[in-house]
């Protein structure tokens, strides 16, 4: 194409060299990721880094946990049934609580905010699933938690006794146990039901017994939907089995007891009303006030993915064009050399651009 004309060849090749160069296609995915974890930042949405916007792009199914993710967790009616707690008793029911990063825990805690707290305990243990032990001198073993972890045999739910508990054992005396009635998220219906629309499956995974079932079949659509009494290794193999069938799916949990599961998903999202809660398992932490949030967020990924899409397609033409001038030799490196980083800023104004323009839209 060249022969008998070397500088013109050279040109030719230098300038090949220039526009062939992949930067704008690079910063197309680092700037538009860049800009959607600083919108999500902004929302109470914190990701543990840009892999996990694309993952959250294709989910199609979302499974809830239900104490401290779909209810409050720090309110909530609560009333003790058994033997009337003595002061000690309290404190240490209070210091144990303290000890626990569970939703009903807290709960219980809070409502024993005037008492003081019990020094002498040793020993705390929290059981995943279970509950939480601690000990009083040598030979006084104290358990807070569900009826088989205090040694217990519980009825099976009922219309009456279908309130969460959380069970308390004084050394080898059972002494009652806390009924809690916990409150729901506001605009919780509102939020399944956007996702409902837009075709995403949700499922509620609760290691609670039954309870709300009404009200829950209902808003999740269908009661074969609602899963309750489960362990934290029922809930990992519910996601595997989900993911068996081909579901990309989204755990929204609260950290501790759904932390397998948390992993397992396709996208974990621990639900937290104190961010300084930190829950390694998670691909992200979302503030317990922005869960309504959700649908949007979930919009913004897939936004994000469009905009990486759009910007790869102008940076290739950039590419083919500039290239289709290298080749003839009629571009001059100098000009090639002012184009390409040209092309790169716009590419950069683009995903700007487009990313607030896409967030504006979703949130």
């Known amino acids: 194409m060249w022969a008998g004309d070397l500088p013109r060849g050279v040109n030719a090749i230098t300038t090949i060299l220039i526009v062939a160069c992949p930067c704008a296609l690079l910063l197309s995915d680092t700037f ?14 914190y990701l543990k880094n840009a892999k ?24 909530g009616q609560i009333q003790f049934k058994g033997t009337p707690l003595t002061r000690i008793q309290q404190r240490i029911v209070r210091t144990m609580c303290e000890q626990s990063s569970h939703p009903l825990s807290r709960l219980i805690s809070k409502s024993l905010a ?23 001198g ?20 009922t219309a009456s006794n279908a309130h969460s508990r959380v069970y308390f054992s004084f050394g080898e005396q059972q002494v009652g146990y806390f009924e809690i009635h916990s409150y729901y ?24 017994k039954p309870t709300d079932v009404a009200l829950l079949g209902h808003l999740f659509g269908d009661a074969t939907h ?21 579901r990309k799916v989204l755990m929204v949990g609260d950290g501790l007891n759904d932390a397998g599961a948390l992993v397992q998903s396709n996208v974990g999202i621990a639900v937290s009303d104190n961010i300084n809660n930190f829950s390694p398992a998670c691909d992200g932490i979302l503030e317990g006030s922005h869960l309504s949030f959700l649908p949007q967020y979930v919009r913004l990924a897939k936004a994000g993915r469009s905009i990486v899409v759009q910007s790869f397609i102008i940076s290739v033409v950039y590419n083919i064009i500039g290239l289709s001038f290298a080749l003839t030799g009629t571009l001059a490196p100098v000009i090639a050399a002012i184009l390409m980083p040209a092309s790169s800023i716009s590419i950069v104004l683009y995903t700007t651009i487009a990313s607030r323009i896409a967030t504006a839209r979703a949130l």
Not at 53 to 69: A, R
Not at 150 to 155: D, F, K, R, Y
Request: hydrophobic residues 40%; glycine residues 8%; negative net charge.
């Open 114 to 136: 005037a008492v003081p707290k019990e020094t002498a305990l040793t020993g705390f243990q929290e059981i995943e699933g279970k509950g939480i032990m601690a000990n009083l």
């Open 138 to 157: 040598e030979n006084c073993l104290i358990k807070l938690g569900s009826a088989a972890f205090v040694g217990l045999v519980e009825a099976p739910a």
């Open 226 to 246: 609602l899963h309750f009494n489960q362990k934290p290794e029922d809930k990992l193999i519910f996601i595997e089995q989900l993911q068996q069938k081909g």
């Open 32 to 45: 538009t990721n860049g800009n959607i974890l600083g919108m999500f930042g902004k929302h109470k949405f």
């Open 52 to 75: 996990v916007i694309e993952s959250l792009s294709e989910i199609d199914t979302v499974v809830f946990d239900k104490t401290g993710t779909l209810t409050l967790p720090d309110a």
């Open 185 to 208: 998220r506001d605009n919780l219906s509102d939020t399944l039901q956007a996702l409902k629309h837009k075709n995403y499956q949700t499922y509620l995974l609760s290691g609670d």
